[in-house]
């Protein structure tokens, strides 16, 4: 079971704050995480082949053809506002 020291340090960590009420709870969540990980790591894997995605058939991908873009005239067409060919938004960092 993980010490009250090593859940303040992960909340350390974490940057996050925990009230001292909640590190018991805290603590028996973690070491629940942790017996899981434990529960994966005793299990034969030898057989397994290693996956590079969940499918598996071959993917079946469209020929890459380059096709004509958007105009200036078309792109800027329903835009609110616009400024020497770019789109005015409002100001959205730093307030």
Do not use: C, W, Y
Request: hydrophobic share 45%.
């Amino acid at each position: 079971m993980l010490e009250k020291n090593d859940i303040l340090k992960l909340a350390k960590l974490s940057r996050l704050s925990i009230d001292e009420a909640d590190i018991p709870a805290m603590a028996k969540h973690l070491d629940g995480m942790l017996g899981h990980m434990e529960a994966l790591r005793a299990l034969d894997l030898s057989n397994v082949e290693p996956m590079t995605g969940v499918e598996d058939g071959a993917m079946v991908l469209r020929e890459d053809v380059p096709v004509q873009g958007f105009t200036l005239e078309e792109a800027f067409k329903n835009a609110p506002e616009m400024e020497s060919d770019h789109f005015v938004i409002p100001k959205v960092i730093g307030g």
